[in-house]
């Protein structure tokens, strides 16, 4: 740990994000306020982390703890099953084509977030309050919370990792365009007959993606985006049918299925806040970006957001929720946070688009990638680490000059 620096940093919420940014702040030695619940109920979900992101939670000493009960991604599908009159063909990326073992690991989230909470209430620089935030008062010199419990907490600098309806979002006067989707995600775990060679495939349906990666042994994580109703229809089917429905829409691709105990629903939906901070504010993970869980990119690009606002705050280590700190966060998190949001909300989009331009452009889109390696190794490394994919290209290009 760096020297204890003065400013206090005060985070809110402890979902995944909330605890990173704890961690993260502590290591880089500012005196932490956490303040969110332990994690309650059952979360069979697990999160796709790419090898940016692994790395993050390497540095903050998680990753060797949750490594055994996560697999590696070796290998990445698009199947086009929509059915529609303009079809695109398979596209496939490999890890080994960008140099790299894997792509990243499939983590089971009670793992994840039990490891980040033990670490959390382990680090010394950390204090956490297992309350709720019930009120901010934000001022030019410091953010002030009052808790449910009835303590209190003033901070140079607000994280607002309170999740999608974030109130200290709300209470920086931050608004947002926020659109409700019709659709949701079924997720579930299954066993299956034949290996997955640690390859995750998402199958494109008119409804949207229905995503299987892998897990450790011949089991697999699903996220099947249907219509709402459907996806109760779904979750509401005995074992037995349901795993059948499942191997049908993979079209058998791992043999038999047998679904596991522990469905969940997840409604989706978009919110796009206007500006990334304000008011001694910061927004880091679904509070600076929800939207549906296409290409796993969530809290891959959440963990970026922590570390670009980590690095800020060490520039400006005595009063990191300044004026110009947070502009400064504005500014490097706004082109990453727009073009994912807007990449993934128009690929969906044009999945549930019966209008043949949007059906054309996707299909021509996925074809051209498909068949020209170099642009697909261009959107592995920009999948990877925003600005590696440009650095690999303007490298390649150099070397072609040189020649
Ligand atoms: C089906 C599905 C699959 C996904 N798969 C992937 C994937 O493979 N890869 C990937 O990168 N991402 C994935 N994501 C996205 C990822 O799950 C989210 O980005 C991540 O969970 C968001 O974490 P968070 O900490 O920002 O928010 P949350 O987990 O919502 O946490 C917010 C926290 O804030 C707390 N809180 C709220 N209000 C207050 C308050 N007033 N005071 C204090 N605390 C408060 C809440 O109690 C909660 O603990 C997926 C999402 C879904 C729905």
Known sequence: ??????????????????????????????????????????????????????????????????????????????????????????????ASEIGEDEFGLNLPNSALNAALARAVAAHSGIEWRKSMVETWRLEAGHAHAVLADGSEVTASLAVAADGRLSPARAAAGISTSARSLPQAALVLNFGHRSEHAFTSTEFHTETGPFTQVPLPGNRSSLVWVVEPETAKELAALDDATLSMRVEQRMQSMLGRVSVEPGRQVYPLSGVTPRRFARNRVALVGEAAHVFPPIGAQGLNLGIRDIDDLIGIALENETDPGAVKALAAYDFRRRPDILARSSAVNLLNMSLLSDMLPAQMARSAGLGVLGGFAPLRAFFMREGLRPGSGFAALAGGLRKQVRR
């Open 1 to 94: 740990m760096d020297h204890q620096k003065t400013a206090r940093i005060l985070v809110a919420g402890s979902g995944p994000a909330g605890l990173i940014a704890a961690l993260g702040f502590a290591e880089a030695g500012f005196a932490v306020t956490l303040v969110g619940p332990e994690a309650g109920g059952f979360d069979g979900r697990t999160t796709a982390l790419m090898n940016p992101a692994l790395k993050v939670l390497e540095r903050l000493r998680i990753l060797d703890e949750v490594r055994s009960k996560a697999a590696p991604l070796k290998v990445m599908r698009i199947v086009d099953a929509t059915g529609r009159l303009i079809r695109s063909p398979v596209v496939t990326f490999r």
